[in-house]
């Protein structure tokens, strides 16, 4: 079983994340490979990421937080970061078909895309403070242009919940369709897509990058102070307390 699964469907290519046993988090490998579709995805029209086995894709996997290596969150985290650099950077509109959870840095993959539909029975939101992590790849910042500051604080501080029409509202996502037509819709926006200029969309979208591109180096920072805090007793916590379904019992601050 391929970890991503990539088929072309008319004029799109959709991207498939398939580890539905992990609500397909990522490991460092399966992001890259989600990258290498994305970079191969010029011919297309328009690209869908969407995932299996009824979730959208629950971020980074938890496992390397709870027995983690400098080298091995190193690599987690820069192969994020190219996995979010690749959605922005590929000519094509990139949608995001979101049917149950995105959760963590699959929140953070819908702030990265250009459109987003979600079914609903989808639901949104940050994990990192609960987790002993933190958002630093769009939650952060990038966040705070589509649903403005507080609202993005919020999300990204509480780790609250949202249902798609709450994400509608806050403007997350574009549209929010039955579950039963979440596939047939998103292809609908891809015929959209198919009657435009593919030269003009792509400079309408390198041009809409410019908050995305302004944040870019803060991605790199936060990155590396999460790479300083690998290991420590908060992460190490909120980690098991998540792999092991009980609240966490975070250490006091000093």
Same mark, same amino acid.
Request: proline share 6%; aromatic share 4%.
């Given at each position: 079983m391929a970890d991503v699964e990539v088929e072309r469907k008319g004029s799109s290519v959709w991207i498939r994340l398939n580890r539905p046993e992990r609500r397909n988090a990522y490991d460092g490998p399966m992001a890259h490979a989600i990258a290498d579709a994305l970079e191969a995805s010029s011919a297309a029209r328009s690209v869908v990421i969407t995932g299996s086995g009824g979730s959208f894709c629950a971020g980074g996997a938890l496992t390397d937080?709870?027995?983690?290596? !400098? %080298?091995?969150?190193?690599?987690?985290?820069?192969?994020?970061?190219?996995?979010?650099?690749?959605?922005?950077?590929?000519? &094509?509109? !990139?949608?995001?078909? !979101?049917?149950?959870?995105?959760?963590?840095?699959?929140?953070?993959?819908?702030?990265?895309?250009?459109?987003? #539909? *979600?079914? &609903?029975?989808?639901?949104?939101?940050?994990?990192?403070? &609960? #987790?002993?992590? *933190?958002?630093? $790849?769009?939650? $952060?910042? #990038?966040?705070? $242009?589509?649903?403005? %500051?507080k609202r993005a604080k919020e999300m990204a501080m509480l780790c609250r919940r949202y249902t798609a029409e709450q994400a509608l509202t806050l403007g997350l996502v574009n549209e929010v369709v039955d579950d039963d037509r979440l596939e047939q819709r998103v292809g609908e926006v891809c015929a959209e897509i198919e009657a435009l200029s593919p030269r003009y969309l792509e400079i309408t979208k390198i041009s809409s990058n410019v908050w995305w591109n302004a944040a870019r180096d803060s991605f790199s920072t936060g990155l590396g102070m999460l790479v300083q805090a690998v290991g420590s007793p908060d992460m190490i916590e909120g980690a098991n307390a998540f792999l092991e379904r009980r609240p966490p019992r975070f250490p006091d601050p000093a």
């Open positions: 937080l709870a027995r983690p290596t !400098v %080298e091995t969150m190193r690599g987690l985290y820069r192969a994020s970061l190219r996995l979010f650099d690749a959605v922005r950077q590929c000519p &094509r509109p !990139v949608i995001a078909a !979101v049917g149950g959870a995105a959760a963590g840095g699959g929140n953070e993959l819908v702030v990265a895309c250009d459109l987003a #539909v *979600a079914a &609903r029975s989808a639901t949104f939101g940050q994990t990192g403070p &609960r #987790v002993g992590s *933190a958002p630093v $790849t769009g939650a $952060t910042n #990038v966040l705070a $242009t589509q649903i403005g %500051e």
